[in-house]
């Protein structure tokens, strides 16, 4: 018996003494690997979350830009409307004093 339990507790050979730093080796690059991962992932979703944001933003600025346009448009139109309408002032003012003139 003795001899049997010797045999179990004698030393490693040289090869699982260098198995033993390899597999805590693999063991940390695994851990490393994992946690390298995770980091990505967090900022891929962190990522996302701002393309979404940014894509919200976008659409809220074209709406925005659309109704200014719009406004701009109408504002255009009605200044055309009250140029139009002082220039034929303008012109019948003119009109009434040359032909005050003539006669």
Known sequence: MMEGSKALVAPSSPSETLSRPLADSESQMSNLVYEVSQHFQAAMENMLKTINDIDQS????????EKCKDSASLKRQILAEE?????????????????REIN
Not at 58 to 65: F, G, H, L, V, Y
Not at 83 to 99: G, H, V
């Open 58 to 65: 976008s659409i809220e600025i074209m709406e925005e830009m």
């Open 83 to 99: 140029k139009e309408r002082f220039q034929k002032a303008a012109y019948t003012i003119i009109d009434m004093l040359n032909s």
